[in-house]
């Protein structure tokens, strides 16, 4: 779930669609599992076999501008933000950023 926005930052909510469409269609393959096999470990070992090749394959995600787990190298654009110190991501505006208009419109 961390790389959705990486992916096509454009288009966030089709790739977290797709992403929830995938954890349904796991739990229903996994419940067939469970449902239709004679041995309940034959199914524990199908979805535990299962989690450990999709874990083995996250080592060759690749997102663009940023450097994999494997090598490679981060663009200029992230190593300039990684090096801004103390620089928030979201900025709390001032007592002094409202003017009488605004303290008029509270009151």
């Not at 060759?60 to 190298?73: C, D, N, T, V, W």
Request: proline letters at 3%.
């Amino acid at each position: 779930y961390g790389i959705v926005p990486y992916v096509n930052p454009a288009a966030t909510g089709s790739i977290s669609g797709i992403v929830g469409a995938g954890g349904n269609s796991g739990a229903v393959a996994f419940g067939l599992c469970f449902r239709q096999l004679e041995k309940i470990s034959t199914a524990f070992n199908i979805m535990g076999f299962s989690i450990l090749a999709s874990a083995l394959l996250t080592f060759l995600i690749s997102i663009k501008g940023h450097r994999s787990i494997l090598g490679g190298e981060d663009s200029e654009a992230i190593k300039a933000a990684w090096q801004r110190s103390g620089t928030a991501t979201l900025a709390v505006p001032g007592e002094k950023d409202f003017d009488e208009e605004d303290d008029e419109a509270r009151a």
